[in-house]
């Protein structure tokens, strides 16, 4: 397994070795035994068991030994969980979800609010920072137990300047020093990133994707995103705007996007979308349970509701969307040939009603060999899924500073 988290600078080979090591510990799950690393990382087992004394000398591992039946088995290591605490931060457009984790992943506390991301950043970071003093508050938990943040905002960002550039639904944010504002209020390491890219580093460590290579995770909100996984490292692109796939061009004549283009997916799949969808057909009198929720009221979730419960005009509100999702996948699917495709946010989570029309659609327009190859699911870890992937890069800043020697 390559490392593919470490936001770090040049390092030496021990270093590195140290760090493969320290990955593949964290990521295998029960645990994995110093004849498993020796044959993985291809290193002598007496290279191995100088990289492993060093990290539990550091605390850094500990030794698992669980009985076996049959005798003798090799011990396994797992990194300590009590090292210290994390936090994972998911700024969607529409909702902040805070996650607090030991350094083994298990989550200790999570909270959700709904915020507007357009209110700008000098309402919603405020926010951002009030809710993170109340969890801390509420768990028990001290600021100096917490050795790195990691943060998903749903624009591409801009790495080299710790801010986002030019987002088309983060009214007023662009190049606003986030990683600054962050670094500012919890002294600590701090990793910013795009909001889909971490869904898929979420799935890959600890959701539906776990071991794949070549993933795309794509997120379904308010706004359209995704998070590519290409061999064993995700693409950013040389700005930072990779994945933005809810600005491909659908429908030349559609609806106006938020980017200002016509068509675009994200203007016939989003969340906004789905809800403009279902506002014009109450106008027009369809016939719908939709049109008993108060004026102004219906929002995508009301829509996904009235699906599940069997709303003929939801339901084919929902399916519609899917398809034009499923138009964008195939080209995605046709350009990266990945082995997964993995559909979270909002709007996926009411199942195959919405990913069945994605199925047959990338099915019908991508190429028969890698249609074939690909795997179409749900994000295994629902709405976690962007925040599980901040808890990664939070982990990973701080281990590396724990581990980082010379």
């Given at each position: 397994?390559s490392t ?5 600078p040049?390092?030496n080979?021990?270093n ?6 320290v ?7 029960g645990g994995i035994?110093?004849?498993e ?6 290193l002598t087992?007496a ?5 492993i004394?060093d ?7 500990r030794?698992?030994?669980?009985p ?11 990194i ?8 994972g931060?998911?700024m969607g457009a529409?909702?902040l979800t805070?996650?607090?984790s030991?350094f ?20 919603v970071?405020p ?7 109340r969890?801390?508050?509420e768990?028990?938990?001290?600021r ?10 749903p ?5 080299a300047?710790g801010?986002v550039?030019?987002?088309?639904i983060?009214?007023g944010?662009?190049r606003?020093p ?12 701090i990793s ?15 959701g539906a994707g776990r071991g794949?290579r070549?993933?795309v995770?794509v997120?379904v ?5 995704a998070g590519?996984?290409?061999?064993g490292?995700?693409y ?7 994945g ?10 559609g ?8 068509g675009?997916?994200?203007?016939l799949a989003g969340g ?14 369809q ?5 008993l929720?108060p004026?102004?009221s ?12 069997g709303?003929l005009?939801a339901q084919t ?6 398809a ?5 996948i195939?080209s ?11 559909v ?14 994605v ?18 699911t749900?994000a ?7 925040g599980?992937g901040a808890v990664?890069q939070?982990?990973?800043l701080?281990?590396?500073k724990?581990?980082?020697k010379?």
């Amino acid at each position: 397994m390559s490392t593919i988290f470490w936001t770090i600078p040049t390092l030496n080979m021990r270093n590195l070795n140290r760090h493969a090591a320290v990955d593949l510990i964290r990521f295998t799950p029960g645990g994995i035994s110093r004849v498993e690393i020796s044959r993985q990382l291809q290193l002598t087992r007496a290279a191995i068991t100088e990289i492993i004394n060093d990290l539990q000398a550091m605390g850094v591992v500990r030794e698992v030994d669980e009985p076996h039946a049959g005798g003798r088995h090799p011990i396994a290591l797992e990194i300590n969980p009590q090292l210290g605490k994390v936090i994972g931060v998911d700024m969607g457009a529409t909702h902040l979800t805070l996650l607090l984790s030991d350094f083994s992943a298990h989550v200790l506390a999570d909270q959700e609010i709904e915020i507007n991301i357009n209110d700008g950043p000098e309402r919603v970071l405020p926010l951002v920072e009030a809710e993170i003093e109340r969890m801390l508050a509420e768990s028990g938990t001290s600021r100096e137990e917490i050795r790195a943040v990691g943060v998903g905002v749903p624009g591409p960002v801009v790495s080299a300047a710790g801010t986002v550039g030019t987002p088309p639904i983060m009214r007023g944010w662009d190049r606003y020093p986030i990683y600054d504002r962050f670094s500012k209020f919890l002294g600590c390491p701090i990793s910013l990133n795009n909001d889909a890219e971490l869904g898929a580093l979420g799935e890959w460590a600890y959701g539906a994707g776990r071991g794949e290579r070549n993933l795309v995770y794509v997120k379904v909100g308010t706004g359209i995103g995704a998070g590519l996984l290409l061999d064993g490292q995700i693409y950013r692109g040389a700005t930072g705007s990779a994945g933005e796939i809810g600005h491909i061009t659908i429908d030349e004549s559609g609806p106006v996007c938020s980017c200002g283009n016509r068509g675009c997916l994200e203007a016939l799949a989003g969340g906004r979308a789905i809800a403009q969808r279902a506002i014009e057909a109450v106008a027009a009198g369809q016939r719908t349970q939709l049109a008993l929720l108060p004026t102004g009221s219906v929002q995508s979730r009301a829509v996904i509701e009235a699906a599940r419960h069997g709303d003929l005009l939801a339901q084919t509100i929902v399916a519609e969307a899917g398809a034009h999702l499923g138009t964008a996948i195939a080209s995605l699917v046709n350009l990266f040939n990945p082995s997964m495709v993995v559909v979270g946010g909002n709007v996926s989570q009411i199942g195959d009603l919405f990913l069945e029309p994605v199925r047959r659609t990338v099915e019908r327009r991508s190429l028969a060999s890698v249609s074939r190859a690909v795997r179409i699911t749900t994000a295994l870890l629902g709405r976690r899924s962007t925040g599980m992937g901040a808890v990664v890069q939070a982990l990973s800043l701080a281990l590396h500073k724990i581990t980082e020697k010379e």
